[in-house]
């Protein structure tokens, strides 16, 4: 094949089709197409193979991507797939929900003139089309590992990535979740507009087909005692999220939600829930969120598509400070979504018992905290009335480790996060025979990072199995 070194000039950066935006508020569609070969080549190609790729270094799992790109120019899907799963359990997962913006191509060496190489778009297109065409993930057969079992609990995305690292080391994976889909927020927050749940279905297949058991409807420390499961496995990994809904000193009555409980009774999740579980909460309403994060994003495209009659969005930074991605504050402003930048929540206002509107202030930005974010200071006087029917508050997670941790000497930190790696390996606890990852580690963060975590915690506890074996031997 003849490399033309022009091609990200000649070919210029192409996203995958789109819904136009009236169509996509008709129903909850993943709203972006995939490429065919032919086109994912051609992106691919754009790629300059830089000697220090950024991109790679910015990816939280590291991935290989001018080397995958270049195997998909080249038209070796097999391979590309083989690379791309080596650093990521699950890429097709991350080809759609990471923020590219601010990750691999906010680092492309052409983003800022050229528009940079598609890559969240390609890595997708890899996995997807491989597990089309029968490509499945290699097992590592390892007789040293092939004795021991390791329960998990939380089938989330870190949870998931331990499964996977172990399972391809011949190591027997017991997944335990409450729900009765595996996914974590992949299933159970996530909106279908972002990530399709047959996406996950597909990974579950897999992941069952390379020996991991999945026991859902099960809440350990209820249905099960965790007693149980350290004596019965040779590690646990813990990976239970963080859950705990920040309220800002709202008061929450009729006609206010959750974000969370909002999503989850959603038409997303037609197919997983039963009907009777699923409400239309908001339709012809006037629906205010609060927050300006990624569930933020995803309340408002929610709202807008259960037929909300008006949707605003309310934050009290600016629009440059917003933590939600840009490429999904771009696609709610295509949906009709209004925003209103600068204003602090103060009370939801009650006419009688039903909701009359939200009592705001405006901010203006002050000195940075200890993040180095700008913090908001009210502006006195400056109070308002925003009409509202719903209200919906998404201003985030805090930890919510659940009481027996204690009772087993899993440590936290005064924050409520568990505390990890104190003896050394990753992800290990304060108990040895326990590790943890993900959100109840580093808090509410993103899908790629609590992959991260559960690919070293598969890692670490096959560092200590092997350990183990040689000083009993
Ligand atoms: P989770 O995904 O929360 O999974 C934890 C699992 O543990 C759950 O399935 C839960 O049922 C189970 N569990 C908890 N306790 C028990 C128990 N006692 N017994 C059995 N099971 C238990 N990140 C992105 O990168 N891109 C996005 O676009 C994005 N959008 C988001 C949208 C929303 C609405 C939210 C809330 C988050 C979003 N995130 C996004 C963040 C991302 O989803 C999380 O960072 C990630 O899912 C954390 O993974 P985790 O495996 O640590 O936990
Ligand atoms: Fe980019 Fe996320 Fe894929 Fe890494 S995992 S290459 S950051 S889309």
Redesign the pocket.
């Known amino acids: 094949m003849t490399i033309n070194n022009n091609q990200f000039i000649e070919v210029p950066r192409t996203d995958p089709a789109k819904l136009s935006s009236g169509t996509r508020v008709q129903n909850f569609a993943e709203i972006y197409g995939t490429y065919d070969g032919f086109i994912a080549g051609q992106q691919a190609g754009r790629c300059l193979d830089c000697a220090n790729p950024y991109c790679k270094w910015q990816c939280p799992v590291t991935n290989h991507i001018p080397e995958w790109l270049r195997l998909v120019r080249e038209g070796k899907l097999f391979e590309a797939a083989d690379l791309s799963n080596a650093t990521n359990s699950f890429p097709e997962f991350c080809g759609r929900?990471?923020?590219q913006d601010r990750l691999c191509e906010g680092a492309c060496t052409l983003n800022e003139d050229y528009g940079a190489v598609t890559i969240g778009s390609i890595e997708k297109f890899i996995t997807d089309e491989a597990f089309r065409q029968g490509w499945r993930p290699k097992i590592n057969h390892r007789p040293d590992l092939s004795g021991h079992r390791v329960a998990i609990?939380?089938?989330?995305?870190?949870?998931?990535a331990c499964a996977d690292v172990l399972a391809k080391n011949s190591v027997a994976v017991d997944v335990?979740?409450?729900?009765p889909e595996i996914?974590?927020?992949?299933t159970?927050?996530?909106p279908a507009f972002?990530l399709e749940k047959d996406i996950v279905k597909i990974r579950r297949k897999v992941m069952e087909d390379m020996g991991v058991k999945f026991h859902l409807n099960?809440?350990?420390?209820r249905d099960i005692e965790f007693s149980e499961i350290l004596n019965k496995y040779s590690a646990v990994f813990l990976?239970?999220?963080?859950?705990k809904a920040i309220n800002g000193g709202l008061e929450s009555g009729k006609g206010v939600y959750q974000?969370?409980d909002f999503?989850n009774s959603s038409m997303s999740l037609r197919g997983i829930l039963s009907d009777d579980q699923i409400v239309n909460n908001v339709n012809g309403a006037n629906v205010i969120v609060l927050g300006g994060g990624?569930?933020a994003m995803?309340c408002v495209r929610t709202a807008i598509r259960q037929g909300a009659r008006s949707v605003t969005c309310v934050y009290r930074r600016d629009e440059a400070n917003m933590p939600g991605?840009r490429k999904?504050v771009a696609n709610a402003r295509e949906e009709g979504i209004k925003f209103l930048f600068n204003r602090q929540p103060l009370e939801i206002i009650y006419d009688e018992d039903m909701i009359a509107g939200v009592r705001v202030v405006q901010t203006r930005l002050g000195a940075p905290d200890a993040n180095g974010r700008q913090r908001p200071e009210t502006v006195p006087g400056s109070d308002e009335i925003l009409q509202a029917d719903r209200v919906i508050i998404a201003f985030g997670?805090d930890p919510n480790p659940?009481e027996w941790f204690k009772d087993y000497n899993i440590e936290l930190l005064a924050s409520g996060l568990v505390k990890t790696g104190v003896y050394g390996i990753p992800q290990q606890t304060t108990n040895p025979k326990v590790f943890a990852?993900?959100?109840?580690v580093r808090g509410?963060?993103?899908?790629?990072?609590?992959i991260y975590?559960?690919r070293r915690a598969g890692e670490g506890i096959m560092q200590k199995l092997l350990a183990e074996a040689k000083i009993a031997v």
């Open positions: 929900v990471c923020p609990i939380g089938a989330g995305p870190a949870g998931l335990f979740d409450k729900y996914g974590g927020l992949l159970f927050g996530i972002k099960t809440l350990v420390g990976a239970l999220g963080t859950y974000a969370l999503l990624d569930t995803d991605s999904e997670f659940p990852g993900g959100d109840m509410s963060d993103l899908v790629v990072t609590a975590d559960g």
